[in-house]
């Protein structure tokens, strides 16, 4: 969003809160207002209260970066950019990640709260790393080991990251299939007491309780546990994250935002569509070799998902 006033020749340019001038031929002040990166927060909470979600969807390279923020800022919705740590090595690093979203928010004029979020971080180092590259969001993922050390851990990293102003997603229980870097056999569902006990302990901002959805491609139909879901909305009054987005009904994403679940995670249909988009292309021009002309179809192909998918949760038009 940008104001133009005739005033002195100064060139303004806001980022990130700093207005940096400099003297223009034209005579103008141009001041440009970006949206700047926020936390999950605000835009979880909101979203319980109305009863909509709002998705999580990871980055993979830049035209994933590309398509989701257009699509975001199309149709109006607050937008979570999950970032593993693998696709963060992937892409050059943790401030390689929020320099590229930065930039390409800049550009794009993006207007929509938009939150960069550590998927799946391992541990507190991970996390801090994140913080410090400036992510606005980070997930401790602590639920393989003790009941004690997750609370411990994620209790260490609710401490640091709330002094940076940045929010926290902590998990209980087992979500199935493989994620990057993270390999689950099974599913093990959260215990609603365990769920209370963390929360009350820690400070988190959000919860993932594993109830039965998996990462990936799913085997057969999902089952997701709604009455454990119920129980761990209430007790604990926060937003709840529903992880292994892919594949689920639309019956049930519906129902799961009712009982109090307000993040959603996608990353496996962004691919399959991406994939499917780049396969397509190439059988039909073999010949080409430009990555332009591939990786085009397949940002479309990635934008088209996440609209649709925006649209499922009900985060449309809400920002």
């Not at 926020?38 to 009863?51: D, H, I, P, Y």
């Not at 801090?128 to 602590?142: E, L, N, Y």
């Not at 998990?171 to 870097?181: A, C, N, R």
């Not at 963390?198 to 709604?226: M, Q």
């Amino acid at each position: 969003r940008s104001v133009v006033l005739h005033m002195t020749g100064f060139y303004g340019h806001a980022i990130g809160g700093k207005l940096f001038s400099r003297r223009s031929k034209s005579g103008y002040i141009r001041r440009t207002f970006d949206m700047p990166l926020v936390s999950m927060t605000e835009m979880l909470n909101t979203a319980k209260e109305k009863g909509y979600a709002v998705g999580q969807f990871n980055l993979n390279n830049l035209e994933f970066t590309q398509a989701i923020l257009q699509a975001a800022e199309e149709e109006k919705s607050p937008v979570i950019l999950g970032v593993s740590e693998g696709a963060g090595r992937y892409m050059g690093g943790f401030k390689t990640v929020v320099a590229m979203v930065k930039a390409l928010m800049e550009e794009y004029k993006v207007t929509v709260p938009v939150a960069i979020h550590l998927d799946h971080g391992s541990s507190f180092e991970s996390c801090a790393k994140a913080i410090h590259a400036g992510f606005t969001s980070v997930m401790i993922d602590a639920s393989h080991h003790p009941f004690e050390e997750n609370v411990a851990t994620t209790a260490k990293v609710v401490e640091l990251a709330h002094f940076h102003g940045v929010s926290v997603e902590a998990e209980l229980g087992t979500v199935g299939g493989q994620e990057d870097d993270v390999i689950a056999e099974g599913v093990i569902y959260a215990d609603p007491k365990e769920c209370q006990e963390l929360v009350e302990r820690t400070g988190i901002d959000c919860l993932a309780p594993a109830l039965g959805s998996v990462h990936g491609p799913y085997k057969g139909e999902p089952n997701l546990g709604f009455k454990e879901m119920e129980d761990i909305g209430k007790s604990t009054g926060l937003p709840l994250v529903l992880h292994g987005g892919t594949g689920i009904p639309t019956a049930d994403i519906k129902k799961s935002i009712s009982l109090g679940t307000a993040k959603i995670n996608v990353n496996t249909e962004n691919q399959i569509s991406s994939a499917k988009a780049v396969r397509e292309t190439l059988a039909a021009k073999p010949n080409e070799y430009d990555p332009r002309k591939y990786l085009g179809p397949a940002r479309e192909a990635i934008k088209e998902t996440v609209i649709g998918k925006m649209r499922e949760f009900g985060s449309s038009n809400q920002a």
